[in-house]
């Protein structure tokens, strides 16, 4: 008797366990990110390494139940950390049919995890702070080529944890673009 009420209590904790284990898996897109360590905080040794043992299991999971959508999306994670938009003068834009520039933007991984890459948007305004164009950039088209070369799996594995990337990207502008924001998202 007291055998069978082992059992019964094992097979609970079993099944406890393994419901655990599946709700960690279908809510990993936002339980990891708000558990992840922060590159601009000092995490503590234990949140640490609770944050490795998550990982692990998550990634356990995801060799068992064949995971596919690759690395996490989360904009919270990203940080746009400088942005530039070298404009040609008016005068100097009369003197040139075509009004050459070029967008520098920096932008940060501030998690300790791979998180996807995001799309960037620059919105160029005129002189009233008015739209006068927006242009999306995906992933592809904004990261830097040496970056894409070394990252070779960057599309299903985001970028790395703290990674920080540089990119200049030349554009055509509009004659009458006299500011800009950029931001970034997901599709």
């Not at 366990?17 to 503590?44: G, K, M, N």
């Not at 690759?70 to 746009?80: C, E, N, V």
């Amino acid at each position: 008797m007291v055998f069978a009420r082992l059992s019964k209590l094992a097979l609970i904790f079993v099944l406890v366990c393994v419901l655990s284990f599946l709700a960690l898996h279908f809510t990993r897109d936002r339980l990891l990110p708000f558990a992840a360590p922060q590159i601009d905080q000092t995490p503590s040794a234990l949140h640490l390494e609770t944050f490795a043992t998550l990982l692990r299991v998550d990634q356990m999971l995801c060799e068992s139940l064949s995971c596919t959508e690759g690395a996490i999306r989360d904009f919270s994670a990203w940080k746009i950390t400088s942005s530039a938009l070298g404009m040609q003068t008016a005068q100097q834009a009369s003197k040139a049919p075509a009004n050459p520039s070029v967008l520098e933007v920096e932008v940060q991984n501030r998690l300790m995890m791979p998180i996807a890459l995001p799309h960037l948007e620059l919105t160029l305004t005129d002189t009233d702070e008015s739209a006068v164009q927006l242009i999306v950039f995906t992933p592809e088209e904004w990261l830097p080529a040496s970056w894409r070369e070394s990252h070779t799996q960057f599309e299903r594995n985001g970028a790395p944890g703290g990674e920080s990337i540089r990119s200049l990207i030349p554009l055509q502008l509009p004659s009458n673009a006299a500011g800009y924001r950029v931001r970034l998202f997901y599709p």
